[in-house]
């Protein structure tokens, strides 16, 4: 039972890069899944969510109109377009089933994927 993720690399300014998280041992129906982010000397940050069921997505304010999380039974996504080098960062898919409330909070996830660098430079 585990998460794959993959699809980070380096990009230049302005790219796009798809992430994938994919399940292996269980599917994602009844989880949510959210992508966090960790930058070199900084603390991981909650980045995007799509929650089980109604599949209803919420983003970090810097995502906003940018990046897109989806989800199929088996994989879920981050396409993430015109990046920034202040996207640069290893990528994490978790999967949960938190409250609304609860979503940034890394704590209340099952488990993780082992993440991806994204590098976004010229």
């Known amino acids: 039972v585990q998460l794959q993720a993959s699809g980070g690399g380096l990009v230049e300014p302005g790219g796009a890069l798809r992430l994938s998280c994919v399940a292996s041992g269980f599917t994602l129906d009844s989880y949510t899944i959210s992508w966090f982010r960790q930058a070199p000397g900084k603390e991981r940050e909650w980045v995007s969510t799509i929650r089980h069921g109604a599949k209803v997505t919420y983003y970090t304010d810097s995502a906003k109109g940018r990046f897109t999380i989806s989800k199929d039974t088996h994989a879920a996504y981050l396409q993430m377009n015109n990046l920034k080098p202040e996207d640069s960062a290893i990528y994490y898919c978790?999967?949960?089933?938190?409250?609304?409330?609860?979503?940034?909070?890394?704590?209340?996830?099952?488990?993780w994927g082992q993440g991806t660098q994204v590098t976004v430079s010229s």
């Open positions: 978790a999967r949960g089933r938190p409250i609304l409330s609860a979503i940034r909070n890394e704590n209340v996830y099952y488990s």
